[in-house]
């Protein structure tokens, strides 16, 4: 079975709402380990960055990445899901490459998951 390409062309540009996210929420903190899995349930875990630059959207094994680095900082607009490939191309520290940045993964994963609120049921 082969993995659906589409293209991020044709995105209203609209805000994602994260506030409707179902993370428990703990005297007022949420709960690392519910905000984990919400990220997972709006990625459906496909990778971001496949997604916007690939139109590849593949089911991925990966990593859950703290845009800010601060890996104290649950909050869910700080998260997104990489496949393994796209994370080391994100956390990877070389001085002669040039990874993703913060900004562009964050925009990346707005565009995944404007697209799969148009395309799946929530």
């Not at 590849?56 to 800010?68: A, C, F, N, S, T």
């Amino acid at each position: 079975m082969g993995a659906t390409t589409v293209s991020p062309a044709d995105f209203s540009g609209r805000k994602i709402n994260f506030a409707n996210s179902r993370a428990l929420i703990v005297n007022g903190n949420a709960s690392p380990v519910k905000v984990r899995e919400q990220v997972l349930y709006m990625c459906r875990r496909r990778c971001c960055v496949c997604f916007a630059l690939h139109g590849d959207m593949g089911v991925k094994m990966g990593h859950i990445v703290h845009l800010d680095r601060d890996h104290r900082n649950c909050n869910i607009e700080n998260l997104a899901f990489l496949c393994q490939i796209c994370h080391g191309s994100y956390d990877g520290k070389s001085n002669q490459i040039v990874g993703y940045t913060p900004d562009e993964i964050r925009l990346y994963r707005d565009l995944l998951f404007q697209w799969l609120c148009q395309e799946l049921p929530y």
